[in-house]
């Protein structure tokens, strides 16, 4: 049977574990926000890329861009 130190010294590593879980588990949360946000900023250029590009291809077969002047 273990002693009631060896159980103390136990609890206290699994504590210790727990807590480090948290951590790295808080850090893999802000990099996948910080990931998310990118992807929005990335989407939204993209949105406006596409906008820009149907304007382009409307000026070249002869049609109107729109009234964006961008």
Do not use: C, F, W
């Not at 382009?56 to 002869?62: D, E, F, Q, T, V």
Request: proline fraction near 1%.
């Amino acid at each position: 049977m273990a002693s009631p130190a060896e159980i103390e010294r136990k609890v206290r590593q699994l504590d210790n574990d727990v807590q480090s879980i948290y951590e790295m588990l808080a850090s893999i949360e802000a990099t996948q926000k910080r990931q998310g946000n990118r992807l929005t900023e990335i989407a939204e250029k993209q949105t406006e890329h596409g906008e820009k590009l149907d304007q382009i291809l409307a000026l070249l077969r002869g049609g109107q861009a729109g009234t964006s002047d961008a």
